[in-house]
T-cell receptor, first 114, second 113 residues
Framework: GAGVSQSPSNKVTEKGKDVELRCDPI?????LYWYRQRLGQGLEFLIY????????KSGLPSDRFSAERTGESVSTLTIQRTQQEDSAVYLC????????????FGSGTRLTVV | AQSVTQLGSHVSVSEGALVLLRCNYS??????LFWYVQYPNQGLQLLLK??????LVKGINGFEAEFKKSETSFHLTKPSAHMSDAAEYFC???????????FGKGTTLSVSS
């Protein structure tokens, strides 16, 4: 597609429930990143996928967080047993390897845990 | 390791005044540096980037930034602020090729008439 698409745009969930957030990267972009942005904060790196290589999971805050990506397509970020501190905007970005190093961000999913 | 410090979490200017948003970085390798803008309830939009070519980088909406290695800085400027420039601005650094961008905490720019 023309841009990075994320769904849903808003999600309200009850504490303790699992949630799945989806990211559709720009077609042909081999790299995909997930970030978390808490209210009034900067972006916190979560996980990075590059092609078929093992993902860089160094930013995941706990084992309740996981992400998958099949090849160079859609990625899903899963948060299990959600807590109130998980409330944030989750942003996805994709990037083509080589070239102009541009990272393109989606509009994010606003997650509210009540 | 890479890090970014944005000095001033909130900057207020009058319409038509100079905009200066400060960013200092730390990087163990030659950095690539970025400025992004975020309007309310929207994702991040790239303003400009430095990728080891010209040290003065021009971006969209009249913004520019200068890479100063000796000062480890990449400050964002615009000669004349518009009301539409009011937004959150993030500076980011990328060190080793292929790694994630590391972001500063952001600076909120307010523009008054």
């Amino acid at each position: 597609g023309a841009g990075v698409s994320q769904s849903p745009s808003n999600k309200v969930t009850e504490k303790g429930k699992d949630v799945e957030l989806r990211c559709d990267p720009i077609s042909g972009h081999t790299a995909l990143y997930w970030y978390r942005q808490r209210l009034g904060q900067g972006l916190e790196f979560l996980i990075y996928f590059q092609g078929n290589s093992a993902p860089d999971k160094s930013g995941l805050p706990s084992d309740r967080f996981s992400a998958e990506r099949t090849g160079e397509s859609v990625s899903t970020l899963t948060i299990q047993r959600t807590q109130q501190e998980d409330s944030a905007v989750y942003l996805c970005a994709s990037r083509a390897t080589g070239g102009d190093y541009g990272y393109t961000f989606g509009s994010g999913t606003r997650l509210t845990v009540v | 390791a890479q890090s970014v410090t944005q000095l001033g979490s909130h900057v207020s200017v009058s319409e038509g005044a100079l905009v200066l948003l400060r960013c200092n970085y730390s990087s163990s390798v030659p950095p690539y540096l970025f400025w992004y803008v975020q309007y309310p309830n929207q994702g991040l939009q790239l303003l400009l980037k430095y990728t080891s070519a010209a040290t003065l980088v021009k971006g969209i909406n009249g913004f520019e930034a200068e890479f100063k290695k000796s000062e480890t800085s990449f400050h964002l400027t615009k000669p004349s602020a518009h009301m539409s420039d009011a937004a959150e601005y993030f500076c980011a650094v990328r060190g080793v090729a292929g790694t994630a961008l590391i972001f500063g905490k952001g600076t909120t720019l307010s523009v008054s008439s």
